[in-house]
């Protein structure tokens, strides 16, 4: 006999079997006398089975329902038909059916651990975890509901909680494969809380069982960079490289191999993982290159790394990334001209909707240019250049800045401050405008101005530390002590080692007589700098008077 004939007669016998016992339950639920079924509860249960396993949920509810109409209280059944309606998303039905159970038998597990995840399902989490810790009050070893209980944790963002729950789930497994995955979930948390000694020890813990687990190894490496332990990453990056054969790791290990030694300035470890990284076969060799070439540039040896970029360039002519890596370098070594020739081709290059954002790179190169020219003292061409500037980007507010600071440093102060209202105009929120026109405003003795320029740099910055003492100095002209105090007393709030701030104050406190905090002042200075301003004198003063 085929198989594919013993299956079809294994069917129809169960469907021929499944047909009698509804028309069983259908008959003798319909008799006036109401005898006892003679259906047997397990035989019923067993059907269901059968059917909820075919996934014919249908007919486990038409099924479950009538005998249920008869038998009531078979809970074995009721919770069988409860999982066929949670399958068939009929949600509110399925919760129905589940405290029907649990009202006749409130520690029914199974029954309390469906609702949790029709209440889940609905988005009631709460609700869920609230029947979950039921559960588990009851049988502490319930495997599926504490594993259900922590997923709900993590998953609401209970990240206390869901440790609590992880630890508890780990406490009931041997299982390595499960372990692995409690252990990784619990390495992620720690890792979102920041408690970075639990996570080192949750991934090692892990690699005692699965020493070569890609995943963990990776997590752990980048843990280190995370923590800036770069010794302990290259460490294990070059483990797990001597060991791996895998292209897709080798590739993603070398790459942070490259990186990392970079970071600790080793350019010679650099250059050798950066020329293995050339040869690995699924390497972006254009990027390796480039990473190469500004390997070699950082490192002094600029011309090398010139001759690379100039190379790439022509080979790859429409690439801008490398365009821009031989503009910086060439704005490095101020060859204006070549930087502006090579924004040029980018401009071919790029689509029309990007040829503004070019040109505002260009306009700060020619800022740049000006600036430069100025420092030459070759003013008459550093005006011409800014006047290019312009013409590239009307709306580019470092260029006001920089024509601004250029006026202010030929003392042309009232222009410096036209030129720094326009960048104001155009950029309300740069602190670093607001500080430059203040120092304009203090150069004509424009107080009033120089007071509102400064609080108007707090107010973008609120941090800005230097906008906060020019403001204590100004107060300090006007002998407003108690404002003075004040603006240093927040100076120090915001930057407890600010020495100007605290020298400052202890000179005020001495000439109002509080020699005490005065000295106390001084001497912080004199622990952190010992040579700072006239602090020892200060000291001596202070301690000699005293005896």
């Not at 486990?60 to 409860?82: D, F, N, S």
């Not at 509110?92 to 006749?104: G, P, Q, S």
């Not at 970029?309 to 490095?332: R, W």
Request: proline share 2%; charged share 25%.
């Amino acid at each position: 006999m085929s198989t594919n004939l013993l299956v079809f007669l294994i069917a129809l016998i169960s469907a021929l079997a499944l047909i009698y016992m509804i028309y069983a339950i259908l008959l003798e639920s319909s008799s006036p006398k109401k005898k006892e079924l003679q259906v047997t509860p397990k035989g019923i249960v067993e059907h269901a089975k059968i059917l909820f396993k075919q996934k014919k949920y249908k007919l486990v509810e038409k099924l479950a329902y009538k005998y249920l109409e008869i038998k009531p209280e078979h809970h074995e059944l009721r919770l069988i038909l409860a999982k066929a309606l949670y399958n068939e998303d009929s949600i509110y039905d399925a919760v129905k059916e589940a405290l029907t159970i649990l009202t006749k038998d409130e520690n029914n597990s199974d029954a309390r651990l469906l609702l949790a995840r029709c209440y889940k399902k609905v988005n009631q989490p709460t609700k869920a975890i609230a029947e979950l810790q039921e559960i588990i009050k009851h049988d502490p070893d319930n495997m599926s509901a504490s594993q259900e209980l922590s997923e709900l944790y993590v998953e609401s963002g209970q990240k206390t909680s869901a440790i609590k729950a992880l630890k508890h789930l780990e406490s009931l497994t041997e299982n390595n494969g499960e372990l692995l995955q409690i252990k990784t979930t619990l390495a992620n948390l720690y890792i979102e809380m920041e408690n970075y000694p639990e996570a080192f020890d949750e991934l090692n813990e892990i690699l005692e069982i699965y020493p070569e687990d890609t995943e963990t190894n990776k997590k752990l490496i980048e843990l280190y960079i995370k923590v800036q332990n770069y010794e302990s990453a290259i460490e294990t990056c070059e483990n797990l490289l001597a060991v791996n054969e895998n292209n897709s790791l080798s590739l993603w290990i070398l790459n942070n191999l490259v990186n990392l030694y970079y970071l600790t300035k080793n350019i010679d470890k650099t250059m050798e993982y950066a020329k293995r990284l050339l040869e690995h076969p699924f390497s972006d060799k254009l990027k390796t290159k480039t990473y190469i070439a500004k390997i070699l540039i950082s490192s002094g040896k600029e011309q090398e790394g010139l001759e690379m970029l100039n190379e790439l360039s022509e080979k790859n002519n429409e690439n801008i990334e490398v365009k821009k890596l031989l503009i910086d370098t060439y704005l490095n070594k101020n060859n204006f001209i070549a930087a502006i020739e090579l924004y040029k081709q980018i401009v071919d290059l790029v689509n029309p909707l990007e040829v503004k954002s070019v040109h505002t790179e260009m306009s700060n190169v020619f800022a740049k240019w000006a600036r430069y020219l100025f420092e030459k003292r070759e003013l008459n061409e550093c005006f011409k250049t800014f006047t290019i500037a312009i013409q590239y980007d009307n709306a580019n507010p470092e260029i006001y800045y920089e024509l601004g600071l250029v006026n202010y440093e030929i003392k042309n102060f009232n222009e410096a401050i036209i030129q720094l209202k326009k960048a104001i105009s155009i950029n309300a929120n740069e602190p670093k405008y607001y500080m430059a026109i203040a120092d304009c405003y203090q150069s004509i003795g424009n107080t009033f101005e120089q007071k509102d320029s400064l609080l108007a740099a707090i107010n973008v910055d609120e941090n800005n530390t230097t906008a906060y003492f020019k403001l204590a100095m100004l107060y300090d002209g006007q002998h407003d002590k108690a404002s003075e105090i004040h603006t240093l007393e927040k100076i120090l709030e915001l930057e407890p080692q600010h020495l100007d701030a605290k020298y400052q104050l202890a000179l005020i406190l001495e000439s109002q007589g509080n020699k005490e905090k005065a000295l106390e002042l001084y001497r912080e200075i004199e622990s952190i700098d010992y040579n700072f301003k006239n602090v020892q004198k200060n000291i001596e003063m202070l301690t000699s008077n005293n005896e």
